[in-house]
């Protein structure tokens, strides 16, 4: 069913207003922590769908980022009682350098190569966080993380944390849709395509590479500092590989290399569980399926490469050309293809 411009833009701000007031007219914590986690895996997929969906990078070293950020934010909050603003930025900062140690070298590597290394990295990860017990106490966990306190105003409540967890995906939306539609987004797209074809245009691929995955990395480590002061325990149990398939499921589910897609497919596949939370241990089996039934029914995903401005029916459609003489066709429409 198409529906016209003015009921997408109704239905979305419509949408909009849902979300904002949601706490309020749900009065179940339970249902505001999930819905919280909705928007937590909504970041997290919206970040690595820009190392899978549009650079065409198959990354499963995500839980090894969040782990970095939330092992990097709860130290600093436990051991030096300094603030989440801090925390959180000194999170990014080291998910990003440890992003860049990684891409360095692994993204000369491609496809299955890519993904076994950076496999192996999350796995790496987990086990320093495992057996270091002198700082990230082992199995025992780190207990005692301050709540949030962002410009004077503690956050303590479910409704306070839903809104923390909004701001940060809206953030991760600007900056990540901002990059996607500028002259690095192009770039990394015709990577995705035909790396050698883009060489061959003068794109430098390997620092593109290297540039997207740090960013990835970098808001990764940020969702993994929320990640801390939310549950305010984390243990090594939570940053494993189920972690990285959980949120590359959520991508393939929702679209690669699409934003929307990233959150539509976050919120069934964070919502899915709990519905069958009998069911938990048999988690990853459901992840396998989904994918296994995405890959073969519908490749792209749910909205594929649609973006917030397709689904408005804002962004223009250009027909192919049909004039004869190619020059004055490439003057007539070369600024829009």
């Known amino acids: ?32 922590r999930v819905a919280t986690l909705c928007l937590m895996y909504s970041a997290l997929a919206i970040s690595l769908n820009l190392v899978s969906g549009f650079m065409g990078q198959v990354s499963l070293g995500h839980a090894g980022f ?12 436990a051991k030096f009682e300094l603030p989440f603003l801090v925390t959180a930025l000194i999170a990014i900062l080291m998910a990003a350098l440890f992003g860049l140690i990684v891409g360095i070298p692994s993204l000369k590597l491609s496809g299955s190569y890519l993904a076994v290394v950076t496999l192996g990295f999350s796995e ?25 306190i962002i410009f004077g105003i503690k956050i303590k409540s479910p409704e306070s944390y839903y809104y923390l967890a909004l701001v940060l995906l809206l953030i991760n939306i600007f900056f990540i849709g901002n990059i996607i539609n500028s002259h690095i987004g192009r770039a990394i797209m015709a990577i995705r395509e035909d790396a ?29 500092a929320f ?17 990285s398939t959980g949120v590359l ?27 069958l939370r009998q ?21 792209k995903g749910i909205c594929g490469n649609t973006s917030f401005k397709s689904l408005l029916g804002l962004k223009k459609k250009y027909a192919v ?17």
């Open 196 to 224: 050698v074809a883009a060489s061959s245009m003068g794109i430098n691929v390997f620092k593109y590479k290297v540039i997207v995955f740090v960013i990835s990395a970098a808001f990764t480590g940020l969702m993994g």
């Open 66 to 77: 969040l782990g970095i950020g939330a092992y990097t934010s709860a130290i600093l909050s």
């Open 124 to 148: 790496v990860v987990r086990l320093i966080e495992l057996n270091w017990v002198s700082l990230t106490r082992g199995p025992m966990g780190i207990t005692g993380i301050d709540r949030p």
């Open 249 to 275: 499921g959520m991508v393939i589910l929702g679209g690669m290399g699409s934003l929307p897609g990233s959150i539509i497919g976050a919120t069934a596949l964070s919502i899915i569980p709990e519905v």
């Open 321 to 337: 050309p049909d004039e004869p003489d190619v020059e004055k066709a490439f003057e007539k429409y070369g600024k829009v293809i």
């Open 279 to 299: 069911l938990s241990e048999t988690r990853m089996l459901v992840y396998g399926l989904v994918i296994v039934f995405m890959t073969i029914f519908k490749p």
């Open 1 to 32: 069913m198409e529906f016209s411009k003015k009921t997408r833009i109704g239905i979305f701000i419509a949408l909009i207003i849902a979300i904002i007031i949601f706490p309020h007219i749900v009065d179940d914590n339970y249902i505001t």
């Open 227 to 243: 990640y801390a002061h939310y549950m305010r325990f984390i243990d090594p149990s939570a940053f494993n590989f189920e972690q």
